[in-house]
């Protein structure tokens, strides 16, 4: 499966983006999909999954009530809502694509796009 992650951008501290991951390929439907970003000079990290029906959701901690992911598999589409943004939300926002629910767990994630940016100015 092939990823295209769009939607990021600059925004001031307090907006919202929403980040959309674009599959083609494989059947996306049967996929646990993860968001995790990078920020410069640190490791990537988890920041929410879903798995292929919708109906299980992970968050890290920080982003909890804040951040939200959804699925649309017939538009082979995963999206991060991301309100009340802070500067350390700051990061490279990577999807990617299990062949079964991994959650948080990064080495799970069989597939991955190419990032895109999020820079939250104070």
């Known amino acids: 499966v092939q990823l295209q992650a769009s939607g990021g951008g600059l925004v001031q501290a307090g907006g919202s983006l929403r980040l959309s991951c674009a599959a083609s390929g494989r059947t996306f439907s049967s996929y646990g999909m993860g968001w995790f970003r990078q920020a410069p000079g640190k490791e990537r990290e988890f920041v929410a999954a879903?798995?292929?029906?919708?109906?299980?959701?992970n968050y890290e901690d920080s982003v909890k009530g804040r951040f939200t992911i959804s699925r649309d598999n017939a538009k082979n589409t995963v999206y991060l809502q991301m309100n009340s943004l802070k500067p350390e939300d700051t990061a490279v926002y990577y999807c990617?694509?299990?062949?079964?629910?991994?959650?948080?767990?990064?080495?799970?994630?069989?597939?991955w796009g190419q990032g895109t940016l999020v820079t939250v100015s104070s």
């Open positions: 990617a694509a299990a062949n079964k629910f991994s959650g948080s767990y990064l080495p799970g994630y069989d597939y």
């Open positions: 879903i798995n292929w029906s919708g109906v299980r959701t």
